[in-house]
């Protein structure tokens, strides 16, 4: 972040941080240049990597709503009190998700089934924004 700090300079108070934006900015350009040509084999478009850079943002958003379900799941069956602050941290994220599957999908002997319904859907929809992607890419 400093070199970015550095280049942009003294910023106005503002509650975007701007070194942090571009640093993650760059950080996307960066990574897909290096993932098209490890999963491609070729460059990609340069008009395609601001597409890229918006897109992806959402695919890890998906992915850590995905992990974070697990972590839930896994705190129901174990649970000792040392992780008693990301078991809440846990839930708070993941709560509003079940309140919603909850009203139409009960749980089955203690389990969950409503987070199971997220685990695919987190998954599906990264799956389906990855592979609009590849295909827009080709």
């Not at 700090?5 to 975007?16: L, P």
């Not at 942090?20 to 098209?36: P, R």
């Not at 839930?72 to 941290?89: C, D, G, Q, T, V």
């Not at 994220?93 to 203690?110: E, M, R």
Request: net charge neutral.
């Amino acid at each position: 972040i400093e070199p970015f700090k550095k280049i942009i300079g003294k910023t106005a108070s503002s509650q975007y941080d701007l070194p942090c934006l571009l640093a993650i900015f760059f950080i996307e350009i960066v990574h897909g240049i290096v993932s098209s040509l490890l999963d491609f084999g070729t460059w990609m478009s340069f008009w395609k990597l601001p597409l890229f850079v918006v897109i992806d943002p959402f695919v890890y958003v998906f992915n850590l709503l995905f992990f974070v379900m697990v972590l839930r799941l896994l705190f129901n069956w174990y649970s000792p009190a040392l992780l008693s602050p990301i078991r809440e941290a846990v839930q708070a994220i993941t709560q509003p998700f079940l309140d919603q599957s909850n009203k139409v999908i009960s749980s089955a002997g203690g389990f969950e089934v409503g987070a199971v319904f997220w685990l695919i859907a987190f998954k599906f929809v990264s799956y389906m924004i990855v592979g609009a992607f590849i295909a827009y890419l080709h």
